[in-house]
């Protein structure tokens, strides 16, 4: 990291300044300036990734990266029902020189990737040197109604249980790119192995090691893990025909249920048979022995909603959505009581336990 | 960093949730909900410090650290005008435990200082590990009335141009620090010496090294340097009086009228016997052989406000900050032209250059 670096990733950010409506001064100034909408509140999500802990050079290319560091706050708007309206970025630059000036322009294609296919300008940022890992926290402002906000404790009983989307495409997508890029997944506890010396290279997408997967089943699922996407429509739509609690997918089916039955102090019983798993990541699961369904509710990250609404609320949504291509899927129903209750096909039931996957997290 | 300092950061950090007016919906959710205010505008600032890059164990406390991480987007939004709303703070934890719980604790202590202080509840964040340094993002929002925004590139010909409380005095603290914890100062170009294994040793703070400085010029100035103060009722009052152009001093008085000059296409004429100097500073100046007013001028982080306002709105904040016991100092004049022009009292004339001190950045 040298000052040259500096400059470029200003003069990256500051092209990202776009003139958008609602932005009343961007980047350049002690603070950004967006406009307020009357009788709307303001929604506001953190999040950070770490080089090494959130994401793996053999896994993610800088593009993917800066796509996902501002796809995963957009995300959290979106499970609010609101919409984004500006992010600002923040990066730690490793002065080791592992990110040179190809590699942070690479990241910043990501980042006006994302902000351009979501109407979330870049307002503002920092960028400083760190002696260690690239670290990249994105917070992003979001507007929403006044009282509209869909928060996780809303859950009725009577609601349906629904889900946005495939669930567990991420994950199958990371067990991919882990194949092709010859890392062994660590059993439980987490870590890292990279085998022979792969670590860095970026894994040109083919057959090897997939047991026999087919090309598009290969990058449909890598894509999927890649640039996963904020459902920021659905969110509108559910929030606008009535639905109660919302979360977004990003630490696992699993986790977020139990959020949702904790907060509003309810059941959900689920159906094991009604996940929505997708035909590439059910044929990968079976040539990789692990069940697809693992993947989705400790998987994570795909960014999909799942949330409660009542019935009715929940038939004007599916429709809506039907009609702008957006699958909505029932899994359950909210009853009075506690936890997370999976039914299985042949009546056994399961106390579903609000673990992830953590792959690599600690 | 461990699960159990994970629960402990979000406890400290729920801890802090406080039932502010305004914050409809704080830490929990997966974004955080403030109120809007019909007809205000949103201001939004992030910043990152990073451990061994902004700040070191040798000279700043754990819980300076935390009033510091906030303090300097707060800053931000007072250069605006603006009041500020509520904060996020992403923390990434070093893994290697260089952070027990202890002083994560007495870190949350300080963000709890600065955010009582400020009426800036913390409303939401995110907490991940790193193999790298404590790395510190917090973004802060504020509000201000529409068109209220005080950019810095607003200053007119004939505007008055100002600074508030004294300025030099965060690098004259830093300098103590280092002085009592045996770090010399490096020369031109940075870098850090520590002397005598002392890092990570917090100095008890004594005369030794200092030349005599008094014990309350040293506590005085040391506090300048940890305890920086946000000047969110000057900007209020600046704004509101009818002042022009308007930056906190974060990077040295040079680059702060520089940036002015350039983004309002104006000349800044500024008197070097003006500069409000501290006696603590100018003492400690003269035992160290540095001219304080180099501190001043290149020393940056005192988070004062400097700025331009017509001559008439000068006198009207004038009047209303020495009611409330805040200095304002007429340091110079707007003019046509460009750049800064500083006049000396023996007539000579220089051309300040927009530098600052960069101790220990790159």
Not at 103 to 114: F, P, Q
Not at 141 to 170: C, H, N
Not at 311 to 319: C, G, H, I, V, Y
């Given at each position: ?130 002696a260690g890992p690239l670290v990249l926290t994105s917070t992003v402002f979001g507007t929403v109604p006044a009282g509209g906000a869909r928060l996780r404790s809303l859950a009725q ?116 048979d009604k996940l929505p798993l997708h035909p590439a990541a059910i044929n990968a699961g079976r040539r990789f022995g692990v069940p697809a369904s693992d993947w989705a509710w400790y ?61 690599f997290r600690e």
């Amino acid at each position: 990291m040298n000052l040259d670096e500096f400059a470029l990733i200003r003069s990256l950010a500051e092209r990202l300044e776009q003139a958008a409506p609602g932005v009343v001064a961007g980047i350049g100034d002690d603070a950004a300036v967006l406009a307020g909408v009357d009788g709307d509140e303001w929604l506001v999500s953190t999040d950070t990734l770490v080089e090494g802990v959130h994401f793996l050079d053999a896994t993610m290319r800088p593009e993917d990266v800066g796509w996902k560091a501002l796809a995963v706050s957009i995300s959290d708007i979106a499970a609010m029902g609101g919409r984004p309206r500006g992010a600002v970025l923040a990066v730690a630059v490793p002065k080791q020189g592992s990110w040179p000036a190809e590699r942070l322009t690479a990241l910043y294609d990501g980042v006006a990737e994302v902000c351009k296919t979501f109407a979330c300008p870049l307002v503002g940022g920092d960028t400083v040197g760190t002696a260690g890992p690239l670290v990249l926290t994105s917070t992003v402002f979001g507007t929403v109604p006044a009282g509209g906000a869909r928060l996780r404790s809303l859950a009725q009983p009577g609601d349906v249980v629904f889900v946005t989307g495939w669930v567990g495409v991420s994950a199958a997508g990371l067990e991919v790119l882990r194949r092709l890029a010859g890392l062994e997944r660590a059993a439980a506890g987490g870590g890292v192995s990279p085998v022979g010396g792969t670590q860095g290279a970026q894994p040109a997408i083919g057959p090897a090691g997939l047991g026999g997967l087919a090309p598009d089943e290969v990058e449909y699922l890598v894509r999927a893990h890649r640039r996963p996407v904020p459902q920021v429509l659905a969110g509108e739509v559910l929030r606008r025909c009535g639905s109660n609690a919302l979360n977004d997918i990003s630490d696992g089916l699993a986790n977020e249920l139990n959020e949702i039955a904790e907060a509003s102090q309810v059941r959900l019983r689920v159906r094991a048979d009604k996940l929505p798993l997708h035909p590439a990541a059910i044929n990968a699961g079976r040539r990789f022995g692990v069940p697809a369904s693992d993947w989705a509710w400790y998987g994570g990250e795909d960014f999909e909603l799942v949330g409660t609404a009542p019935p009715l609320a929940f038939a004007r949504a599916l429709a809506q959505l039907e009609a702008e291509g957006v699958r909505l899927t029932q899994i359950g129903r909210v009853e009075v009581g506690d936890g997370v209750i999976v039914e299985h096909p042949d009546g056994r039931l399961d106390i579903l336990e609000p673990r992830g996957y953590n792959h690599f997290r600690e």
